[in-house]
């Protein structure tokens, strides 16, 4: 299960496609003309951002080959399900929307029209073949690393339907992408996700993503900062960074060698209009720097750009369940990294992932766990029961946690992170922040954006516009946004 404990921006988004919950080879150009006829795309993604990103990368993929995007799937000549193998339920739940998009195929059909059906992301990299043998109205189970080679692959499916396409090929997918049309970019929003590093080589045992993700690698900086030019140019004003282990980046530097996550945040943050910026996830262990210098965290001391939100997922507050976790830090580490990042940055905004009942978890383990948010004091976090994944180390170990136990654990886990999530809302009662205005609100002249500490605030405001940064003094807590007014006229207007 998974869960926002606050006001932490959901691990789910629906920019610019739908989503669910849990460049040409970059030729330097903004828009790639369609081959033919709109045809229309419904993509689906669930779990992480990079998911997201994904999927608008597919969606950039298909749009020289004549797909424009759409929300509704019966409208749809192509379906493709972007999807997360991370705990049981999300995997689940693309079995059970099969079934819907199998009767949307049978009803296209009977009006003679041909809907093809793409099943990608982690839980095709994971069960390849045995989707096809599960459902029959599939045409293509293509994995996380061959999306660039979706119009091949389609036009295979079309000859052919059944193709697997789940290898881990020598060429990176990020060289064989077509940049976004500017139009396409904005209308994502202001704030963009940008994937920077993929896959994991830490194998803690409780996690899928080595195995769906592949090794770990970063894109080389002058990748990245061309991609980020073209979304600054599109009018991007925020960009998060993205990758399952994202401070371990050690991308190639444009002066050769490796940069490190800090010398990349330091180089975006020279680029004209991106005002913003943020990275998710990282790993405790990666923290320090291969160096030891701490550099990171001396980032968000000295990178203004640098928002004041650090999500370092603990998973637990014991050390014997980190130790079989394989997490390769003990609770007392994690704290002495806290302890550095507020002295760097006294007004940070922690977040975390935390999974109870793992294997072997007793009630001493979990009180540690309690003890440590209590601790630490979270503005936001994420919070699981233990799901157990075929294929990983800890599926098989002794100790199972019944579910009622897990449920109990997660029920008290989440009352006190929902409290420290009021406390830190409530703090910024009577302050003013800059917010970033990211979408128009629900009523006439109400804009909706996101404080440094990635707080949802809405504001009434006719002369705003969506991208601009206004300094707003915060008036009330709603249950899951904050409200307030402009606080004089100083502000960042959209380009
Ligand atoms: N790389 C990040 C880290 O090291 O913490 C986490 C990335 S993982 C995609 C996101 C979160 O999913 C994890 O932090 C963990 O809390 C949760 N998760 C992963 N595997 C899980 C499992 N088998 N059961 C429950 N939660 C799980
Ligand atoms: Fe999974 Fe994160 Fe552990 Fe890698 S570091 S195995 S992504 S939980």
């Known amino acids: 299960m998974r869960r926002a404990a606050g006001s932490c921006a959901a691990l789910c988004d ?34 992480c951002q990079m998911n ?14 004549g797909f424009a995007e759409t929300s509704a799937m019966e409208d749809a000549d192509l379906v493709v399900l972007n999807t997360c193998h991370i705990r049981e339920k999300a995997a689940e739940k693309v079995y059970s929307e099969l079934g819907r998009v199998r009767a949307v195929k049978r009803e296209r059909a009977a009006e003679g029209r041909d809907v093809q059906v793409v099943v990608a992301g982690c839980v095709a990299q994971a069960e390849g073949g045995e989707i096809l043998r599960r459902n029959a109205g599939v045409d293509l189970v293509v994995g996380p690393q061959s999306y660039h080679r979706l119009p091949t692959l389609l036009a295979e499916a079309r000859r052919t339907p059944g193709v697997v396409d789940t290898d881990f090929p020598a060429e990176t997918k990020f060289d064989a992408l077509p940049a976004a049309s500017g139009e396409r970019t904005l209308a994502r929003g ?12 830490k194998f803690c045992t409780f996690c ?6 592949g090794a770990e690698a970063s894109r080389p900086v002058g990748a990245i900062v061309a991609e980020a030019q073209r ?24 002066e050769g060698g490796a940069a490190s996550l800090a010398g990349l945040l330091r180089r975006l943050a020279r680029i004209p209009g991106i005002e913003r910026l943020r990275y998710t996830t990282s790993h405790p262990r990666d923290m320090a720097g291969p160096d030891g210098a701490w550099e990171l965290v001396a980032a968000h001391r ?3 750009e640098l928002m004041p939100y650090l999500h370092l997922p603990v998973q637990s507050g014991s050390d014997a369940i980190l130790e079989a976790m394989n997490r390769k830090h003990g609770r007392d580490e994690y704290l002495r990294i806290i302890d550095r990042v507020r002295a760097a940055r006294p007004d940070i905004a922690l977040s975390s992932d935390f999974i109870v009942g793992f294997p072997g978890e007793s009630d001493v383990d979990f009180a540690g ?3 440590l948010i209590e601790e630490v004091g979270f503005a936001s976090s994420f919070s ?20 009622d136990v897990k449920s109990e654990r997660l029920a008290a886990l989440q009352a006190l992170l929902d409290s420290q999530t009021k406390a830190f809302n409530a703090a910024t009662l009577g302050r003013t922040v800059d917010v970033l205005l990211e979408k128009p609100g629900r009523h006439p002249g109400q804009l909706g954006g996101k404080s440094p500490y990635l707080q949802a605030v809405h504001i009434e405001d006719p002369a705003a516009r969506v991208g601009d940064i206004v300094p707003v003094t915060i008036t009330s807590l709603g249950s899951n946004s904050l409200a307030g007014v402009r606080a004089g006229t100083g502000y960042k207007a959209s380009a």
């Open 14 to 47: 629906s920019r610019g496609h739908a989503a669910e919950g849990e460049g040409g080879r970059q030729t330097g150009t903004m828009t790639q003309e369609p081959k033919q006829e709109a045809k229309k795309v419904f993509i689906k993604s669930y779990g």
């Open 52 to 65: 997201v990103y994904d999927a608008h990368r597919m969606a950039d993929v298909l749009a020289p080959e």
């Open 190 to 201: 202001v704030s963009a996700f940008l994937t920077v590093q993929e896959g994991c080589d």
């Open 208 to 213: 899928v993503v080595p195995y769906t993700r």
């Open 231 to 254: 979304l600054a140019a599109a009018g991007v004003r925020e960009l998060t960074l993205l990758g399952q282990n994202v401070n371990a980046y050690h991308g190639e530097a444009e």
């Open 302 to 304: 000295d990178i203004p």
């Open 369 to 371: 766990t309690m003890r």
């Open 384 to 403: 699981f029961k233990y799901s157990p994944r075929p294929g990983t180390p800890a599926s098989e170990l002794d100790g199972q946690v019944p579910e």
